[in-house]
């Protein structure tokens, strides 16, 4: 499972700003090429897909207007290399899930529950914590993000032993603590730090409110029991928010996700014409006349950026 604008974003930000022979700036497109690479290098997948965000609302901004509403909006310069990327999946015959009014993680966490009793393993590619909450004992998150050192695959044990948290917790974790960067409230006054120990110690946000309501608050410090019950709305309504909602209607059918029969030859001619002469011989058939250990060196470096 691809997340699309993760990679987008990233390689972006990440890659050098080059152009093509006509001035079109290609550094998103080289940058998820790479990734993409790498991902099929590394994991060998049978059958392979990709989500992506699409303009405009979704049923989260309904219910609240001010959802992603402190986000700067993105250079031009990376919106206008989308289409470039969709035509690079399009080419490889990568199946591509989006819907209107949510999110590529709704798509994700979708594709993942109609696999989810094949004895299929699944890998979500992306660089983004909200897809801690759709891990289980077949379903593994490959790191964009990680760093030298950090395991590249994380599973439900790599997320306990580094935030002494379950995978489900995000969820409820997000509901107390908020999250800036999607404008999520949470609770005033309640951080990570709380949160965890408060999730730790008395389980889900639904335990925790029923502690409350019973007035077995021993162990919770008076402020924080003042802040909870003050701000229980907004608590319910961040998880919401914050949690990947799987039942997204769409037309699936594994056998169409199976990867591997593209036509190469369109390949080669797409990377040709993007000046992406070191990618032709991963993917096409015939090598692209320059020096092999030239084209080596410098993709091992530029995945390296990544």
């Given at each position: 499972m691809i997340d699309g604008n993760a990679i987008i974003h990233r390689?972006?930000?990440?890659?050098?700003?080059?152009?093509?022979?006509?001035?079109?700036?290609?550094?998103?497109?080289?940058?998820?090429?790479l990734t993409l690479i790498r991902v099929i290098e590394d994991l060998k997948p049978k059958y392979l897909v990709c989500s992506f965000d699409l303009a405009g609302p979704t049923f989260r901004h309904e219910k609240?207007?001010?959802?992603?509403?402190?986000?700067?909006?993105?250079?031009?310069?990376?919106?206008?290399?989308?289409?470039?990327?969709?035509?690079?999946?399009?080419?490889?015959?990568?199946?591509?899930?989006?819907?209107s009014g949510f999110e590529a993680d709704d798509l994700i966490g979708t594709v993942?529950?109609?696999?989810?009793?094949?004895?299929?393993?699944?890998?979500?590619?992306?660089?983004?914590?909200?897809?801690?909450?759709?891990?289980?004992?077949?379903?593994?998150?490959?790191?964009?993000?990680?760093?030298?050192?950090?395991?590249?695959?994380?599973d439900e044990e790599t997320v306990v032993k580094k935030y002494a948290l379950k995978p489900k917790d995000f969820v409820d974790l997000k509901a107390l603590a908020g999250d800036s960067s999607d404008n999520i409230p949470g609770v005033p006054g309640i951080g990570d730090k709380t949160a965890t120990e408060l999730i730790k110690k008395f389980g889900n946000l639904d335990q925790i409110y029923r502690i409350i309501e019973n007035s077995q608050t021993d162990g919770i410090k008076p402020r924080v029991v003042e802040l909870l019950k003050k701000y229980k709305d907004q608590a319910y309504l961040s998880r919401e928010l914050g949690q990947i909602h799987p039942d997204v209607k769409i037309d699936f059918n594994l056998e169409d996700c199976c990867f591997g029969d593209y036509d190469k030859d369109k390949l080669k001619e797409f990377f040709l014409d993007l000046n992406f002469r070191s990618l032709v011989a991963r993917f096409a058939k015939d090598r692209v006349e320059e020096k092999p250990a030239t084209a080596v060196q410098k993709q091992d470096q530029q995945l390296k950026l990544l």
């Open positions: 390689a972006y930000h990440s890659m050098p700003k080059n152009l093509s022979s006509r001035g079109e700036l290609t550094n998103a497109v080289y940058g998820f090429a609240y207007e001010k959802y992603k509403a402190t986000r700067i909006k993105a250079d031009q310069e990376l919106y206008d290399q989308i289409p470039r990327v969709r035509q690079l999946i399009e080419i490889m015959g990568i199946k591509i899930f989006e819907q993942i529950k109609k696999v989810d009793k094949k004895a299929i393993n699944t890998y979500i590619v992306t660089g983004d914590k909200d897809a801690y909450q759709l891990l289980n004992h077949q379903v593994f998150i490959y790191d964009l993000k990680s760093r030298p050192g950090d395991p590249r695959i994380v």
